[in-house]
Each structure stands twice: as structure tokens, then as C-alpha cells.
């Protein structure tokens, strides 16, 4: 339901500039020569060529190998004349001298199977057909700029390309096509332009084709008493740089320049004034600070103790009581002292018109909020000054402190909800490996003492950090393995029986390389050093530079990396032994050798070429080469690698959400995005045409390395991690074989990035807890028993799609069923991975042939239902039954609904024969609903509206206003009611949901049923 997306290859009709004129025009140029002619447009992509050409063509079939693009050109374009087809150029699936002209722009660079190509290219072109075919020159295209461009496989030198097509066709014109800046000249008489054509598109968009160039500026004729040559079309190149279009635009910027100056100059100034109002703010706080001072000094003076009766006494009584009390004072006074302070109170209160008699203290402030000591003084002195008080002092803003600041720290570690303890578990039986990646910088080394002070380790960063915005986990601190000093073997056992207990499969030790020099290298030294540390590992060179800010760029290097032979040769003859330890993880007999960045080598196939080479002499054998995708999405193939492997969150592209927090921080510098739409990035990304490992991160927050200016991904948690696992789990059980069936974990102990499995103070085991109790869903016998019970063959004209999320209501659902009695149908179920081989069996015991899939936890059932459907809609089942396990935990009556609708449907063989039967004899009824849940779409739109409505333009479909739809998705129907849904639906709009109970893609799906039953002609109808 989403268009395709620019991937910086293949060509998009809005994406402008230079590729869009390169494109286009070869397009243009080919309709001229398509009229009346059968057209291949052989990777025809998203479709807008084979839709040029179709305006001139007698007929247009566009064949793409990407299921997607097909599906994407199908849609988007429609002409009698026009079809797509998916295949591949080497086995075009089309007849024998089948087409008339075959186009094919930018495509035999994509593979190396070039020969095979033109052999087909040749087997379906008509005898007289004719050939239109593009490829850059490697030298223009590669080798001068340098550009390496990952989606092509092998290109082609001008000599290979003209040889090629020489060898396979016995007459050929070659074309150049470049865009230039420069002046043209070209022949404006008839006669003389059968060899230039012009082609732009008007101010309807529609492109209009003319002999010579649109709209010469200048006129030039040639002329003479006798025959002249035929003028020739020409071009005077001229560089863009000196052109008239860019010293106009030069000329634009210099005014915006000039208008920055003078906005920069008003900012000095301003920023001047404010430095001088700073400093005049500086001495009045010395000023401040003085008389504070001075006011400390009357305070502790012998003066203000002796005359505290007479400030109590001005403070406490009326104006007009010192006339009846001014000769008892002077009694008093002639008292001796401690008699003078035994009755100095009863004389005033015998006296009368007191306002406030304190009990042992004076009260120094008017609210509950506790002053400083000095506000207390400034009270005193204005009272004694005989001026009102102030009540209402406040210390500087600077000093002020965030009370919810605070709460926010004091309840993160609190909450023993969340907070997981230890449990011992049994071995996972389970075929997928779960690699975490493991930082050794845990203890100190001379380098990091040089870059950052004596015993600098990652704690010294993690136990700074502080939260920046409100919820902001921060500071994070570690759980049972404290503070701890990888020096310890100790320590590395422990973390190793934890990783065991709860499912890891082995650890990934980065490491450290800079020409040869190692740093950080002790923890893995360790292992090798000690066989009893018995468990798998392999090593990720990162191979960038280590500088201080983290990032691996040029700016405050600490150790620079310097590619070379010598160095290539050195670094693999350093790792020789840690290839050659019996734990190191291995992929078909392989040992496992991941590299960070191969983009910073440069020659990296002669770098692999060298590392093959010595390591199948050294007795290493065949290596498994893996490279990661955290800064470029580089294809393994290109290079000679095995696979890729994503390095989460890195390069995801999510939304930033920083707009929507509160900060404590307000110069915050930092960004933060959703941890749930890095889930919603991983679950939707497109499958590679390579090996591709998925990783995931429990977290990430590297605002301990970077303060008040990390990059944090919000609302993490342990629950929402098992989420993302269990669909990388499902993906990758689906997606690989055999040892590629590896997931990376980033990381087990990057505590200073937020991203570790290790326990600690809020959260415990949580998350080891939850990768354990996912993994365990994965159980390999389970699975081998799913893969016998995916035979889809049609046995009868009936089919029952169930999605069971809650296994505990199978012996209710079997017993509706049983209400089919003698009529047959075939059963499809869908379970949830919480269900075991017991669960599995207890469903093959009733029905054996029952066709049982795991689809992952997404989309409710509407998704499970869509992925059955678009299996089994080929097979032509003449009438369906779709019902689930369905509670609605937010409603009292959950349970009564469900079995309401589950009774209406197949409640008893009467209901049943009831509905079929209604189907059958009425031709206009496409959807049958249990009674009383056919709503109307206008009053229950809810937040659905924009969903529907983009798949109703996407599908070109009206919506009108009084359709109804089936609510609580359960229904009899048509398979062809549905036919849109084949094939068609993207199954990436299905995001992770929080528990929405409206606006899910899986709620508007439910309401799009409606809709495509209204659309095509049918009725949507109540049951019994």
C-alpha cells in the first residue's frame, strides 16, 4: 500500500536533476523507434518507461526481477496495451521471437552473467527486431571520479561493450550520452536534421519531440553562390563554473552573504552588549555578596543579641501600646539582666495589643517553603529597618533546583515491577545463534590514561551521565557484576555462565588494530589463555580511528589506522590463533571475521584477495568474511564478502521526537528518537538479494560519552526488546539456513552507549529474562514439525482460516468445528509462538491434514489472514470462513462477543449449511457476518479514515459513504470479494503496536473488507 522508495539506483518519475534528464530522454529517444512495434522493456523498475513507450507501441510488457516494482507498475499504470511480468534477464519469461524491440537501459551492469543476458535478449527478439541497449563506461563512470556505486556488479569498458554487442549482432550504431553545459548549433533546415532530435516536456507535462533544438535564441546562415556542405550539429563545451547561470546564482548568494554579514555584525554587537550586561551582573552579585556579609557580621554582633526583646517587641505590638508599656520598660531595664528576660514577656502581654506571640522560635519566612539563610536575614533587617517585609525572596535563578528533576532519579531504580531477578534455565534447543557484541574497554590501559586522565575506563564516563529530559533513563548503574575490572578472569566467568543460562549463543570482542600496535586486547588474550573459559566467540576489527569524541573521525585522534599491504598481511597473521581456537564461531566450517568499515581500505578486494590467499595456506582454510552495516549499506558481493550484518540502531531511519519532551536541560544539543519506531524500521526493512544478519539493540543512549549531546532512543524497555527479538527471530528461522541463522545482539556490555543485556540496578535480568523466554519460542523440534504441516494443496471447496494467538481456546474452537460433521473443509491455523510441539500435536490429533503456520506476533489476525489468504487464493476455493481466538481484553463482555460470533458462523451444521447455502444461491452476497456486527463505516470510522482512504486512491476506489463493514473480523465470504488483496497488500504497513484499541492498520483492514465487498458488486449481509 506504500509507493517505492529512492534508493539512489533505481530511477524514480519524481525524483529531478541529472538522472531524471538521463532517464528520460533515453526513453524518448526509444519511442520514436517503438510504432507499431511488440516492446520488452526488459528492468523496467518502477514503470514509467515501459508507460512512455506504450503511447507508441502496438503493445508494452515490462519485466523487473523485483516482485515489489511489479507490483508497484501494475498499479500505478493501466493501458489495454501495457503489462508487467516479474523475471529475470537471463530467463525472460517470455516466447521465442516474441517481441519486436527490446529496451534495456542501465541493467547488464547489474550482474555478470552478460553472455546468458544477450542469449535470451536474442532467443525472444524477432528475427527483424531490433535492439536498444544502455551501460555506463566504466572508465567516464568509475574510474576517473572514483565513484563506486554498490548496486553494480560488473561494468563495462566502451571496447567490452561494442565487442559484446558486435559478437551477437551483425549491425550496430553506437550512442554517447552525457549531460553538458555549452552552446549547440544545429541545422534548422528539414533536410538537414533527420540526425538531431530535441526532446522537453510542456507545461502539462506531456514531452514533446522536435527535429533540431527547441527555441534557438540566434540565427546563423551559411551562404554561397555554389553548393555548400550539409551543416553538421555541434557542440561548444564551456565550463560550469565560468557559465552565466552560475555567476548569476553566485552573484544571488553574495547578496545573501552580504545580508548574513550584517546580521553576524548585529550579533557581535548584541552578544557585546549582553557580555556587558554579564559583567555588570557579576558586580552586583559581589555587591550582594558583600553586604551579605555585612549583614553575617549584625547578625553574629553582642549588639543584635542584646536587642532581640526590642525586635520581638516592634514586630508583636501595636504602634499605640508603646505609650501604656514605656514605663514598665524602664522598670524592667533597671532589673537585674536575668531578671530583665524573665519578665521582659508577661509586661507586654499585660499591657495588650500584641499581633503575634511566638512560642520558642520566630518564624523568619511567610510559606512552607524553606528559605536560605540569608533570605532569613534580609527578613530580619528590613522588620528591624521598620519596612515591610519581604515575603516573597527567591535565590537566583542558577540556584534553583528542578523538583521533578529529581523524582525522576529517586523512582527510576524503584520500581520492582520491573525488576527481574536471577533464574537458572535449561539449554535452549534451538537452531538460531544469538551473537552479542562485546566491548573490552573495562579496564585501564597508558593510552586512555594519556587521553583522559590516570585509570580512565567506560565506567569513568557511565557514572557521570545525568538525565537530560523528563523519563530520561540516566545515570545507569550496573546490577551484580558492579563496577567491574575485566583484569578479573573471574569476571569474564561470570558473565560467561550468564550469557549460557540465558541463551546467548557467543560474544563478538571488538577489536582494537592500529598498525600494528593492539590496545583493549587483555580481555580476549584472557580467553585464549584459559580453556576452561569455555565459549564461542569471534572478533569485529574496528578498524576505524579511536579518537576522543567517539565518532572515528580525523578530529582528536588518539590511534590512527593506516591501511596497507604491509599491514593487511600483518593483521591477519596476528589473528592466525584466535582463528584457529576451537570455540571461534564458524559458519559452514568457516571461522567468522567480521570487519566495521571496509570502506576506509583502499583496495579491499585486494585486501580479501590476500587474507583468502594466506589463510587457505596457513592451514586456517576458507574464511567466512562479514561486514557491517553501521555507516554504509555497501553489498558484501561487490567486495568479495560473504555477508553483511545490520549494527543497530545505526544508519535506522526514524523520526526525531526530541520536539515532543520536556528537557531539564535547556541548552540540550542532543537528539532523541522512539525506540518503537526503530522496531517499526527493522520489522518493515526489505529483504536483501544477499546475505544480510538482522541485529537488534536492547537500548541506546550514549549520552554518558557524549554529555548533553548524545543520541538517546527513548522508551526502551525490556518488553518492547522481546518484541523486537521475536520478530528477528521469526525472520530469520524463515529467511536463512543452516549456520547462517545468526541474529547480533548490540551489545552485551556497551553500558556507556545504553546498550548492554548485563543486569543492572532498574531492570536486573529483565532483559537476559526476555531474550531467553523469546528464544525459547524457537524450539528446532517445534519448527521441524511446522515445516511437515505446510503442504497447501486443496482437498475440497471449503477452507477455515483461524488465527489462534490464544492457544487455551483451542478445545473451544475444535468444538465448533466439529459442527461441519460430515461436510469437508480444509483447515488452515495460524498459532502464536508461545504455542509448543504438546500445543501443535494437540491440533494434529483432531485434524492431521490441518496446514499449520507461525507468522510473526503482527498485525492481530488480520495479518496472519492476509499472509493465508494470498497462499491460498490461487487455489479458487469457492467459499471461506475466517475466525480467531479473539478475547478483547479492554471489554467485560469479550468472551460472550467471541463466542456470538464464532456461533453465528459455525455455531451448529444448521448455521452452517444455512450460510453456505446463502452464498451460494445468491450471487450479490460476498460477505456473510454473524448477526448484529455489520456496522456502518461513516459511524465507526474512528482514527481509520486516512488508512482506507489511501488504500482507496492507491487502488483507484471510491469511497462512499454508507458502506458497512464486518466488526470484530470474523466472516463467511467470496474469495474473489478480495481479489485486491492478493498480491497486493504491503505487508510492511503492519507496525508494532502498544496496545492501540483503534487506528492499527489491522483495524482499517477490517474496515477495508467492507469497502472491497461494496466496491465489487457485492452485498455484505447479517448472519444467523
Excluded at 481466538?885 to 448455521?911: A, F, Q, T, V, Y
Aim: glycine share 6%.
Amino acid at each position: 500500500m506504500s509507493g517505492l522508495k529512492w534508493t539512489g539506483e533505481r530511477f524514480l518519475p519524481d525524483v529531478e536533476g541529472d538522472v531524471q534528464i538521463e532517464h528520460m530522454h533515453r526513453y524518448y529517444l526509444a519511442s520514436g523507434f517503438a510504432a507499431g512495434k511488440r516492446v520488452l522493456d526488459i528492468a523496467c523498475g518502477e514503470g514509467y518507461g515501459s508507460n512512455t513507450l506504450a503511447d507508441a507501441a502496438l503493445s508494452v510488457i515490462g519485466v523487473d526481477i523485483s516482485e515489489e516494482a511489479i507490483m508497484h507498475a501494475r498499479k500505478k499504470y493501466s493501458k489495454v496495451n501495457l503489462d508487467f511480468i516479474q523475471g529475470d534477464c537471463t530467463a525472460i519469461p517470455l516466447k521465442n521471437n516474441s517481441v519486436d524491440l527490446i529496451i534495456s537501459f542501465e541493467t547488464i551492469e547489474h550482474h555478470d552473467k552478460h553472455i546468458e543476458f544477450i542469449n535470451e535478449i536474442k532467443r525472444v527478439l524477432a528475427k527483424e527486431g531490433l535492439l536498444i541497449i544502455s551501460s555506463p563506461d566504466k572508465k567516464e563512470y568509475s574510474d576517473l571520479t572514483g565513484h563506486d556505486n554498490q548496486f553494480h556488479v560488473k561494468e563495462l569498458y566502451y571496447s567490452e561493450f561494442e565487442e559484446l554487442i558486435k559478437k551477437n549482432f551483425e549491425h550496430q550504431t553506437m550512442l554517447g550520452q552525457r549531460i553538458k553545459y555549452g552552446s549547440y548549433v544545429t541545422p534548422i533546415n528539414k533536410l538537414d536534421q533527420s540526425h538531431f532530435v530535441g526532446f522537453k516536456k510542456n507545461s502539462k507535462g506531456i514531452a514533446e519531440k522536435k527535429n533540431g533544438i527547441f527555441n534557438p535564441l540566434y540565427f546563423i546562415s551559411i551562404a554561397s553562390q555554389v553548393q555548400i556542405p550539409p551543416a553538421l550539429l555541434s557542440l561548444y563545451e564551456h565550463p560550469l563554473e565560468n557559465s552565466e547561470m552560475v555567476n548569476t546564482i553566485s552573484n544571488a548568494l553574495r547578496v545573501k552573504s552580504d545580508a548574513y554579514d550584517t546580521l553576524n555584525n548585529e550579533y557581535n554587537d548584541t552578544k557585546a552588549e549582553l557580555s556587558a550586561v554579564a559583567a555588570e551582573n557579576e558586580l552586583l552579585k559581589m555587591d550582594f555578596a558583600r553586604k551579605s556579609a555585612m549583614i553575617d557580621d549584625i547578625l553574629n554582633s553582642t549588639s543584635w543579641r542584646i536587642t532581640k526583646p526590642i525586635r520581638w517587641v516592634r514586630r508583636n505590638v501595636s504602634l499605640d501600646s508603646y505609650s501604656k508599656i514605656e514605663f514598665r520598660i524602664k522598670s524592667i531595664l533597671t532589673l537585674p539582666i536575668f531578671q530583665k528576660v524573665k519578665h521582659f514577656r508577661d509586661v507586654v502581654q499585660s499591657v495588650g495589643g500584641i499581633k503575634k506571640i511566638p512560642a520558642k522560635t520566630i518564624r523568619f519566612y511567610n510559606n512552607d517553603n524553606i528559605r536560605g539563610f540569608k533570605n532569613k536575614a534580609a527578613y530580619l533587617v528590613s522588620k528591624f529597618k521598620g519596612q515591610t517585609p519581604v515575603s516573597n525572596i527567591e535565590p537566583p535563578a542558577s540556584e534553583t533546583v528542578s523538583v521533578p528533576h529529581f523524582e525522576h532519579c529517586f523512582s527510576l531504580n524503584n520500581d520492582k515491577n520491573e525488576y527481574i531477578t536471577y533464574h537458572s534455565y535449561p539449554e535452549n534447543n534451538t537452531e538460531i545463534r544469538l551473537i552479542a557484541f562485546y566491548l573490552p574497554q573495562f579496564h585501564p590501559i597508558k593510552e586512555n590514561d594519556d587521553a583522559w586522565g590516570k585509570g580512565f575506563t567506560e565506567w569513568t564516563n557511565v557514572t557521570k551521565a545525568i538525565p537530560q529530559f523528563s523519563g530520561h533513563y540516566q545515570p545507569r548503574l550496573p546490577g551484580e557484576l558492579g563496577f567491574y575490572d575485566l583484569r578479573s578472569k573471574e569476571i569474564q566467568k561470570k558473565q560467561i555462565e550468564l550469557a549460557k543460562n540465558y541463551g546467548i549463543h557467543g560474544f563478538c570482542y571488538h577489536y582494537y588494530w592500529f598498525n600494528g600496535k593492539k590496545v583493549l586486547e587483555r580481555p580476549l588474550e584472557q580467553i585464549l589463555s584459559n580453556p576452561e573459559l569455555d565459549f564461542p566467540f569471534c572478533i569485529n576489527w574496528a578498524n576505524e580511528n579511536w579518537t576522543k569524541r567517539w565518532d572515528g573521525l580525523e578530529n582528536e585522534v588518539i590511534l590512527k589506522q593506516d591501511h596497507s599491504f604491509e599491514d593487511d598481511m600483518a593483521f591477519i597473521k596476528e589473528i592466525e590463533p584466535i582463528l584457529k581456537d576451537p570455540r571461534y564461531i564458524r559458519v559452514n566450517g568457516k571461522p567468522l571475521l567480521m570487519l566495521y568499515r571496509p570502506s576506509l581500505f583502499p583496495e579491499i578486494k585486494e585486501t580479501v584477495k590476500r587474507w583468502r590467499k594466506y589463510c587457505d595456506t596457513c592451514g586456517i582454510g576458507e574464511i567466512y568474511l562479514v561486514l557491517s552495516h553501521a555507516h554504509e549499506h555497501t553489498d558484501p558481493t561487490h567486495i568479495d564478502f560473504d555477508a553483511a550484518t545490520e549494527f543497530a540502531p545505526n544508519t535506522f531511519q526514524v523520526p526525531e521526537i526530541s520536539k515532543h519532551l520536556e528537557f531539564y536541560n535547556k541548552n540540550y544539543q542532543g537528539h532523541v528518537f522512539d525506540y518503537n519506531f526503530a522496531i517499526d524500521y527493522s520489522m518493515t526493512r526489505e529483504e536483501t538479494n544477499f546475505v544480510k544478519f538482522r541485529s537488534l539493540c536492547p537500548g541506546w543512549d550514549n549520552e554518558a560519552r557524549k554529555p548533553g549531546k548524545g543520541i538517546s532512543f527513548h522508551n526502551a524497555s525490556p518488553e518492547r526488546y522481546s518484541k523486537w527479538l521475536e520478530y528477528l527471530l521469526y525472520n530469520t528461522q524463515k529467511q536463512k539456513q543452516g549456520d547462517e541463522k545468526i541474529i547480533f545482539i548490540n551489545a552485551w556490555n556497551e553500558w556507556a552507549e545504553g546498550a548492554y543485556l548485563e543486569p543492572d540496578s532498574r531492570y536486573g535480568y529483565a532483559y537476559l529474562d526476555k531474550t531467553y523466554q523469546t528464544l525459547k519460542k524457537f524450539d528446532k523440534e517445534k519448527f521441524n514439525l511446522l515445516e511437515q504441516c505446510r503442504n497447501i494443496n486443496k482437498t475440497s471447496e471449503i477452507a477455515v482460516i483461524i488465527h489462534l494467538h490464544y492457544i487455551e481456546l483451542w478445545d473451544e474452537i475444535r468444538d465448533s468445528l466439529s459442527s461441519f460433521k460430515d461436510l469437508e473443509f480444509d483447515l488452515y491455523i495460524n498459532i502464536n509462538n508461545e504455542c509448543s510441539v504438546n500445543h501443535i500435536n494437540s491440533i494434529l490429533d483432531v485434524y492431521p491434514d490441518a496446514r499449520i503456520f507461525s507468522f510473526e506476533n503482527r498485525g492481530r489476525d488480520i495479518l496472519p489472514f492476509l499472509k493465508i489468504f494470498n497462499n491460498i487464493y490461487p487455489l479458487n476455493y469457492s467459499y471461506i470462513c475466517k475466525i480467531h481466538s479473539k478475547k478483547s481484553l479492554h471489554r467485560e463482555d469479550g468472551d460472550k462477543w467471541r463466542h456470538s460470533l464464532i456461533k453465528g458462523l459455525i455455531g451448529s451444521p444448521k448455521i452452517i449449511k444455512k450460510n453456505l447455502e446463502k452464498l451460494a444461491s445468491d450471487s450479490k452476497t460476498g460477505i456473510i457476518a454473524p448477526k448484529g456486527n455489520v456496522f456502518n463505516y461513516k459511524d465507526w470510522v474512528g482514527s481509520n479514515n486516512e488508512m482506507v482512504e489511501s488504500f482507496a486512491v492507491e487502488n483507484n476506489i471510491r469511497i462512499t459513504e454508507n458502506f458497512t463493514f464486518p466488526s470484530g473480523s470474523m466472516f463467511w465470504f467470496k474469495p474473489v470479494v478480495f481479489k485486491q488483496l492478493y498480491k497486493t497488500i504491503d505487508f510492511n504497513m503492519f507496525k508494532s503496536e502498544t496496545g492501540q484499541l483503534d487506528g492499527t492498520m489491522a483495524h482499517s483492514i477490517e474496515r477495508i473488507f467492507g469497502l472491497l465487498c461494496h466496491t465489487n458488486g457485492y452485498d455484505l449481509v447479517d448472519g444467523t
